[in-house]
């Protein structure tokens, strides 16, 4: 069972919120750009406990695309209703809430003037949260789906089939079944969502059908990857799926005695940056930070995370020349020689 001080301390907080939200208006909720379970999960499970306890059905909105054929299915599957964010209007919303991002982080859409009143995340706090009403961030959580879980379990609402799936689905994708990143309130929420869950659509989740350019992604991938010690370097170059460089990432983690990735691929008019590692006394927010201070932004938690540089030319020399750089600053950080690095692979 959960500590009743974690269960005392999300009911504290989620009866003050919902005191508070009573009498508001129009409710949003935004999730940061392209997301991914965890911050849909945490979306669904917010947007059904407001409904639960005041009757306002809150809309769930998010910047880029949901492009990754697991997510794609769950929100066919699960049937999470989300917008746009561009384009929306977003004077009409009296209360604005973000899960799993936090205002001005650079992963989220949401303009630097509009005021947030909440924030829940599991990655660390950041000074922008100062201006925020209600602050709820747990670092040490696997899955800001376990915190929405606990807020759930805390009013004792109900669940249904289909946000149980939801919520098991992100704790298990965030948390790697429990071999990445997790605490006992993670493993606690993930072994009383599971047997709510429902088998056949984790299946379709876990197993979805993708398009050809998914496998020459992975060709690119192994193909311009180079290895310099214990790290591996890759870039995608021109993609039309931003998820794809993560998912790359977590594959080639796998290689033989690499403990660190950092991958990228140019997505629009700028660079999305992926970095994963298996040494636990690295923290990877920082690491990104310090590898791309005055050019982009970017954030995460101790052993996994992103980036992201905004107006970045596509031409392949331009290309070259960030990855070089990202690559010496990367290493410089840390403590390995720099040096040519080896292909993963010889043609």
């Known amino acids: 069972m959960f500590e009743q001080s974690t269960l005392q301390r999300s009911r504290e907080f989620s009866n003050q919120f919902i005191e508070w939200l009573r009498g508001k208006g129009t409710v949003l909720i935004v999730t940061h750009d392209h997301p991914d379970p965890d911050s849909l999960a945490a979306a669904m499970a917010l947007k059904h406990l407001i409904l639960v306890k005041t009757g306002k059905t809150a809309t769930i909105a998010y910047g880029g695309v949901v492009g990754r054929g697991e997510n794609k299915v769950m929100v066919e599957k699960l049937e999470i209703e989300l917008v746009a964010l561009e384009g929306l209007d977003l004077h009409q919303y009296q209360v604005v809430c973000m899960v799993d991002t936090q205002p001005l982080q650079g992963n989220n859409s949401l303009p630097a003037d509009c005021k947030v009143d909440l924030v829940i995340d599991h990655h660390p706090p950041q000074e922008s949260c100062r201006e925020c009403r209600w602050v709820d961030v747990r670092e040490d959580y696997g899955a800001s789906a376990t915190i929405l879980f606990e807020y759930l379990l805390a009013q004792e609402i109900s669940l249904c089939t289909k946000l149980a799936t939801i919520l098991f689905y992100a704790i298990k994708s965030e948390t790697q079944d429990l ?3 997790w605490i006992p309130a993670d493993r606690l929420a993930y072994l009383h969502l599971l047997p709510l869950s429902n088998n056949r659509i984790l299946f379709d989740i876990i197993h979805p059908e993708v398009p050809r350019e998914y496998f020459a992604a992975f060709s690119l991938a192994i193909r311009n990857a180079r290895i310099f010690r214990d790290v591996l370097v890759f870039n995608l170059f021109e993609i039309d799926n931003p998820d794809i460089v993560a998912e790359m990432a977590d ?3 796998r290689v033989d005695q690499v403990k660190i990735v950092l991958g990228m691929g140019h997505y629009q008019d700028g660079e999305i940056l992926s970095f994963r590692t298996l040494l636990p006394d690295i923290r990877a927010g920082l690491v990104m930070q310090e590898v791309v201070a005055g ?3 970017a954030g995460g938690h101790g ?3 992103g980036g992201q540089i ?5 031409d392949l020399t331009a290309q070259n020349d960030l990855e070089e ?3 010496e600053r990367l290493l410089h950080c840390l403590n390995r020689p720099v040096s040519p690095g080896q292909p993963l692979v010889v043609a």
């Open 179 to 181: 071999g990445r990143e």
């Open 251 to 253: 594959f080639l983690l």
């Open 325 to 327: 750089t990202l690559i």
């Open 310 to 314: 905004c107006s970045v030319a596509k």
């Open 303 to 305: 052993m996994i995370a």
């Open 295 to 297: 050019l982009g932004t």
